[in-house]
């Protein structure tokens, strides 16, 4: 998918009621021999596609790898309801392989995990729930989910009304993502990035009962505070902008979550937790417009050459 220089390696997962499983491991074609690793996890509709990303870690020194989730990218098979789960536990499954697979049989010492807006809220409750194991050695958040981007009445009420439905009528769908970010993306609608429309559609997948409960359950864990014992670096634009609608500022704000969710609930993550604004970002940092991409790029090197061991 991303050329030669690219492979994929499958991890068959455990099945579930919808039947087989995989979630997919991505990796240069010629395996690197760093001490050092970092594992990136993406967001919801979406997927591993940011190889210049790849090539600014590969510039200081790590191997580079990255996991499609179950049921989204790479992942996604024919029988399946695409990036639905009803509990963000399951990810643990295919995270705990990938570090696995990446420290073990690949042998690097050193793991940084990288998590982006939903992959972001995942892999915090992930590293608290393995603080004990010694499996990360930082965690890097970009844009992650750490709240419902909406009123008091959907965070409070509507909360606990989409419990409550979700619990009975789980594959009912309930939102839809607005297209406006994506067209802000894409090489076909103007944007300055190619990617696979079938993986990462501009009109998202459907948002279903079930996922927006698992996710909110996410949150309220987050919430009461987490305790992950390595370093963590989280990074969020300076602004948001309406994430309902095409604006002039798409290009240069979080139009996808509020920014100051992200900061306020930082705090709560751990003992050693470092807040980088980027100006001008975008939800994806990796994918804002320049200088935005590149300040992003160096405060990230910045904190990890200060918190993440050589070997």
């Known amino acids: 998918m991303l050329g030669a220089d690219w492979v994929s390696r499958t991890i068959e997962l455990a099945p579930d009621a919808e039947g087989a499983v995989v979630a997919t491991l991505v990796e240069r074609a010629e395996r690197s021999k760093a001490t050092r690793a970092v594992l990136y996890v993406h967001g919801f509709v979406d997927y591993f596609f940011q190889t210049h990303m790849a090539e600014q870690w590969e510039q200081q020194g790590y191997a580079f790898y990255a996991l499609d989730l179950r049921k989204y990218g790479r992942s996604l098979l024919d029988h399946q309801t695409p990036n639905y789960t009803s509990d ?71 909360t606990w009304m989409i419990d409550k439905f979700g ?32 993986l990462k559609p501009l009109k998202g997948f459907p948002v279903l009962a079930g996922w927006v409960r698992a996710v909110r359950r996410g949150h309220a864990r987050l919430h009461a505070g987490l305790d992950i014992a390595c370093p963590v670096m989280v990074c969020a634009s300076t602004e948001s902008g309406p994430h309902t609608r095409w604006h002039d500022k798409l290009d240069r704000t979080d139009s996808v979550l509020n920014v ?18 980027i100006q001008d970002g975008i939800h994806d940092l990796a994918l ?24």
Do not use: C
């Open 88 to 158: 963000l536990s399951v990810y643990g499954e295919e995270l705990d392989a990938a570090a696995r697979i990446i420290r073990e049989d690949y042998g690097h010492g050193v793991l940084v995990v990288m998590g982006h807006s939903t992959g972001g809220l995942i892999t915090s409750l992930w590293s608290h729930d393995r603080r004990e194991a010694g499996i990360i050695d930082a965690l890097v958040l970009n844009s992650p989910w750490f709240d419902l981007n909406g009123t008091y009445f959907e965070r409070t009420l509507g």
């Open 260 to 277: 100051e969710h992200i900061a306020e609930r930082a705090v709560g993550l751990g003992n050693l937790v470092t807040v980088a604004r």
């Open 167 to 198: 619990a009975v009528s789980a594959r009912t769908p309930v939102s839809t993502l607005g297209e406006h970010y994506g067209r802000s993306l894409h090489k076909s609608t103007g944007g300055n990035w190619d990617y696979d429309l079938r």
């Open 288 to 311: 804002s417009p320049e200088p935005a991409r590149q300040r992003f790029f160096d405060e990230v090197f910045r904190w990890v050459g200060t918190y993440v061991p050589e070997a």
